[in-house]
């Protein structure tokens, strides 16, 4: 996705919150609210938004020296999320179409994320998840090749969500899945310590990007990481990072499952701000 | 009131929302952003919200050509007002207490603002206004100094508002009110022009700051307004710039009368977010 005149705003926005996440005090945040100005003010503009947010995330580790401001957020995620896992293994049994509800569920759980409003009510959205209609219905295309690949790529998003993941990982079983976390923390993303507080090492293999982002930054990657991005039989791309960092690739292995929950990256797909989505990179066959 | 970090963000998204309400295409918006990030670099971090907004605005202004973005949408709020002006009439008039119902109805019109979503039902404010509790109630002590002085003035806020001021000068009256509106167009703040076509003249003196910003800038007032700002015996400040003007001026003539619409402001006051208020300058007695 392109890089929007309002990423740049949002951007501001998350520095002096990331800022406030690193304990910095009112002297500290003015600096990297300004020193993230003359980055913004220096930066690429054909850069995708989880470049320009992988650069100003840094730039707040360098001036708080904080190295990972989300740590306490993200373990507090897995642990609410690790609470539900019993209702969501109940409800994957329970349903007619295990699979189906699985994936529902894994999109069920990208709405949790560092900003969440109190008001959002975990439980109840995964109860209604099933009823989820799909701004985007593509979820036959994948079930379709799910059938037939030898093994899937599953690139995470955040951390708690990770749990929302193994559920869907253990529905896909014997199937070999490799995990993608990332390298190093960036945002509410996951990284391995976070997968394995999840549990995800039980059913999968943990890979990383070898780099600190939220999204992919191929230029970034490590040989290892790109290695299997470009060998994987199937990819699913798990929540907005992802979506921003590969929705131009036109490849059908691709499938991004998430939540609209920006209204710029919901208007560059073409559907309503929240809208539930499951997309093939190409167009469906 | 100071201006917190998060102002900083605020003026930010402004600068973007303000390019494109001047149409300026994306090469114009990305200029006004870019311009307002080195201006934000630049100013004196001690200026209150105002002082930075009518900098950023101008800016804007400089940048686009365009001397009033807001001009379509101010008439438009003009229009919609004075189409509930009737009903606005009645309610004051079948009221038990008609001074207390208009000057509720004229906080209820500080809901008009630009950035108004559409879920906003303005009829169903005015008509549940009377109901409304205040946050901060110096209505008591506002009424009795509206009994004993010889004149107000009367600083008004948006487009649109000023039909509800119109109700509550009305029914102020014989009590000559001299109503400030801004001496040139800043954000969707009312200026003369804005005043006259909801009719003010017919009941008040307009007079003008003498200068082009959204709030109150002693430093660039005109020796006219800041005679009246010193010598008036009773001040009525409307909505969020003239709060943020003013606040620091620990005056027992001065009453805010506003809606709390942004989380920073409200923090400020120390009332939740959308509390209406009635506040009078120093500590009432």
């Given at each position: 996705?392109?890089?929007?005149?309002?990423?740049?705003?949002?951007?501001?926005?998350?520095?002096?919150?990331?800022?406030?996440?690193?304990?910095?005090?009112?002297?500290?945040?003015?600096?990297?609210?300004?020193?993230?100005?003359?980055?913004?003010?220096?930066?690429?503009?054909?850069?995708?938004?989880?470049q320009l947010t992988s650069r100003i995330h840094q730039t707040v580790r360098e001036v708080t020296g904080i190295t990972d401001p989300y740590q306490v957020l993200k373990e507090k995620s897995t642990q609410e999320a690790l609470s539900l896992y019993p209702r969501l293994k109940?409800?994957?049994?329970?349903?007619?179409?295990?699979?189906?509800?699985?994936?529902?569920?894994?999109?069920?759980?990208?709405?949790?994320?560092?900003?969440?409003?109190?008001?959002?009510?975990?439980?109840?959205?995964?109860?209604?998840?099933?009823?989820?209609?799909?701004?985007?219905?593509?979820?036959?295309?994948?079930?379709?090749?799910?059938?037939?690949?030898?093994?899937?790529?599953?690139?995470?998003?955040?951390?708690?969500?990770?749990?929302?993941?193994?559920?869907?990982?253990?529905?896909?079983?014997?199937?070999?899945?490799?995990?993608?976390?990332?390298?190093?923390?960036?945002?509410?993303?996951?990284?391995?310590?976070?997968?394995?507080?999840?549990?995800?090492?039980?059913?999968?293999?943990?890979?990383?990007?070898?780099?600190?982002?939220?999204?992919?930054?191929?230029?970034?990657?490590?040989?290892?990481?790109?290695?299997?991005?470009?060998?994987?039989?199937?990819?699913?791309?798990?929540?907005?990072?992802?979506?921003?960092?590969?929705?131009?690739?036109?490849?059908?292995?691709?499938?991004?499952?998430?939540?609209?929950?920006?209204?710029?990256?919901?208007?560059d797909i073409g559907v309503p701000i929240k809208s539930w989505i499951v997309k093939q990179g190409a167009p469906a066959s």
């Amino acid at each position: 996705m392109k890089t929007y005149l309002d990423c740049f705003v949002c951007l501001f926005r998350q520095s002096l919150e990331a800022a406030r996440f690193s304990d910095a005090d009112e002297e500290g945040q003015k600096q990297v609210l300004f020193t993230a100005l003359e980055v913004l003010k220096n930066m690429d503009p054909t850069s995708t938004p989880p470049q320009l947010t992988s650069r100003i995330h840094q730039t707040v580790r360098e001036v708080t020296g904080i190295t990972d401001p989300y740590q306490v957020l993200k373990e507090k995620s897995t642990q609410e999320a690790l609470s539900l896992y019993p209702r969501l293994k109940q409800l994957v049994r329970k349903a007619d179409d295990p699979l189906t509800t699985a994936i529902k569920l894994a999109i069920a759980g990208n709405i949790i994320d560092y900003g969440r409003p109190d008001e959002i009510d975990l439980v109840e959205i995964i109860e209604q998840s099933a009823q989820q209609s799909l701004a985007i219905n593509h979820l036959p295309e994948l079930i379709g090749r799910l059938k037939s690949v030898p093994w899937v790529l599953y690139l995470a998003d955040n951390a708690g969500e990770t749990v929302f993941d193994r559920v869907l990982i253990e529905e896909l079983s014997p199937l070999p899945v490799k995990y993608v976390v990332k390298g190093g923390a960036s945002l509410n993303d996951a990284t391995r310590k976070d997968a394995l507080e999840a549990g995800i090492s039980e059913v999968a293999e943990i890979v990383d990007t070898g780099y600190a982002a939220a999204g992919i930054i191929p230029e970034c990657s490590s040989p290892e990481f790109l290695g299997l991005l470009e060998n994987a039989p199937l990819i699913i791309a798990k929540g907005q990072g992802n979506y921003e960092s590969l929705s131009e690739y036109d490849d059908g292995r691709l499938f991004f499952l998430l939540q609209a929950k920006c209204e710029i990256l919901s208007r560059d797909i073409g559907v309503p701000i929240k809208s539930w989505i499951v997309k093939q990179g190409a167009p469906a066959s």
